[in-house]
């Protein structure tokens, strides 16, 4: 952690972190994001946030926590060929993946950079429309990382961000209070849980009109999609890893979790916002 320029204080959770995990962990992190962006509803989410701020053909977008770019193709398709995508993670190893991915499928307009959502390397003004998807939940303060994406965006440009609601979270298993535990240890690291439902308010109190938001419910309960049980192992893992639970208790909680699948019963669900808003002209 670190000292924000207004007095406040930085934070980010494990996500923000990730250059001093082991190679391991990135690993499993690059499978957990991979298995994500396939999923209908995230992209549907994601098409969505993409259209809230009109980032359409020949915008210029900034987005903030990009990872190493698993909606690449539905995001230049977006953009179009004469778009420019600029990107920007705290992770090396996404950013270079990020990279490579956009190299390899010939996608000269893209450029990924490793750097801080609180200080931006991009000038101001220079994005038609900034976002951040699945990223202000892992960082505070909100206001700081918004204010940066106002700035490198144009009056009149546009500002969204989608988020799922830490305390939102359901899952289906015998053991409720496990489950409650687990759960509530892994909403307790974020550093802004509520950025979900709070992130429309900080649009306003930032100085953006024309705000809006719309949820959706993901829903996910086929055991034959990976992110399903890669999801319950990295929340039962992380719990254990903090010493909340033991290490045979966090693989009892994730067995239990899938076995709901032999009767056609298994559930995870969350909420996912999208917010948005207008810089003004």
């Not at 924000?4 to 690993?27: C, H, M, N, V």
């Not at 977008?61 to 004469?82: F, H, M, N, R, S």
């Not at 979790?257 to 032999?262: K, L, N, Q, T």
């Amino acid at each position: 952690m670190s000292t924000g320029a207004a007095g406040d204080r930085w934070a980010s959770d494990s996500w923000g972190t990730l250059d001093a995990e082991s190679p391991d962990e990135i690993d499993k992190r690059f499978a957990l994001i991979a298995d994500q962006a396939r999923l209908p509803l995230f992209r549907e989410a994601r098409a969505f946030l993409l259209d809230a701020v009109h980032a359409g053909p020949s915008s210029t977008l900034v987005e903030l926590g990009c990872g190493p770019l698993p909606y690449l193709e539905q995001t230049v398709a977006a953009l179009g060929d004469q778009g420019k995508w600029i990107a920007l993670d705290s992770t090396t190893a996404f950013v270079e993946e990020g990279r490579r991915r956009a190299e390899s499928g010939g996608f000269d307009n893209v450029e990924c950079h490793v750097g801080d959502a609180r200080e931006l390397p991009f000038p101001g003004e220079s994005a038609d429309a900034a976002i951040a998807d699945k990223l202000l939940i892992h960082v505070a303060p909100l206001s700081q990382v918004v204010n940066e994406m106002i700035r490198v965006t144009r009056h009149g440009g546009w500002v969204g961000a989608c988020d799922a609601d830490a305390d939102g979270m359901l899952i289906l298993s015998s053991d409720l209070a496990r489950t409650r535990e687990i759960l509530r240890f892994n909403a307790d690291q974020r550093p802004s849980p509520r950025a979900a439902s709070e992130t429309a308010a900080v649009l306003h109190d930032c100085g953006l009109t024309d705000i809006d938001r719309r949820g959706f419910l993901v829903t996910m309960q086929d055991p034959r999609e990976p992110f399903v049980e890669r999801l319950v192992d990295h929340w039962a893992r992380r719990t254990a890893a903090a010493g909340s639970i033991t290490a045979e208790e966090a693989a009892e909680w994730a067995a239990d979790v899938m076995s709901y699948a032999d009767k056609s019963a298994l559930l995870v669900a969350f909420p996912l916002i999208v917010s948005w808003g207008r810089r003004p002209a």
